[in-house]
């Protein structure tokens, strides 16, 4: 699937990709809702729609990946009760083994996240991979999500790479086709980001089921 002498540079979404995407989907669809009526005293299914709602409205957004924002919106300390379930944060199968080998192959490794600085930083305290990467760069730097173009543009700005040399792999289809509308010579999508939830249709997007499919030999 990857032919690894013309990859220099590995490109890394987090969450459904890196992570598993249960915490998440668990979190905002599950967690937040109930604590949100239990901390405002209202009815859990009203909460819940309202939430729902809420988040809908603005998916693809910068604001839907951003704490402040929802805290700010929900008047609820989003990250601390991301706290209260951050031991449901987990790593995919083969995530380490997967780092650790691109490292070997004298890759340069660097993840690209949606996610807002204070979710990077619970999910980096909770599984220690910070070290494996040549850097970490969250969308909030330059407040451009991966869904837009521009946004690689800015990546390539705080860690240049070669564009026909890299690859993306992110579960996120749309951060995939503005990658490939930038320029970017390979990208490979993820079968299955929330472990607790049916595959995703990845539309024609090569991807993977797991890390071992695509593990550099070393």
């Known amino acids: 699937m990857i032919n690894w002498n013309e990859i220099e540079t590995v490109l890394l979404d987090m969450d459904g990709t890196l992570l598993d995407l249960h915490f998440d989907n668990y979190f905002w669809q599950e967690y937040l809702p109930a604590r949100f009526a239990e901390i405002k005293s209202i009815d859990p299914h009203l909460a819940k ?28 300390d989003v990250v601390q009760l991301k706290h209260e379930v ?9 995530c380490v083994d997967f780092l650790d080998a691109l490292r070997k192959a004298g890759k340069k490794v660097v993840m690209v996240t949606n996610a807002h600085h204070d979710s990077l930083n619970l999910k980096m305290a909770k599984t220690g991979i910070t070290d494996r990467f040549d850097r970490l760069i969250t969308v909030h730097e ?5 869904e837009d173009p521009n946004c690689w543009h800015e990546v390539y700005k705080l860690h240049p790479f070669e564009s026909d040399k890299t690859l993306l792999i992110d579960d996120n289809l749309t951060a995939l ?25 990845v539309q024609g997007y090569p991807a993977i089921h797991s890390f071992q499919d695509i593990m550099p030999i070393v």
Do not use: C, E
Request: hydrophobic letters at 40%; proline letters at 6%.
């Open 86 to 94: 951050s031991h449901k944060v987990a790593l995919r199968p083969y």
């Open 49 to 76: 729609n309202q939430i729902q709602a809420q988040t809908r409205s603005m998916q693809g957004t910068l604001n839907w990946y951003s704490t402040d924002y929802w805290s700010q919106m929900l008047d609820v």
């Open 142 to 146: 330059f407040s451009l999500p991966k």
């Open 177 to 201: 086709k503005s990658a490939l509308d930038f320029g970017i010579a390979k990208v490979l999508a993820v079968h299955k980001p929330d472990s607790m939830a049916p595959a995703i249709d």
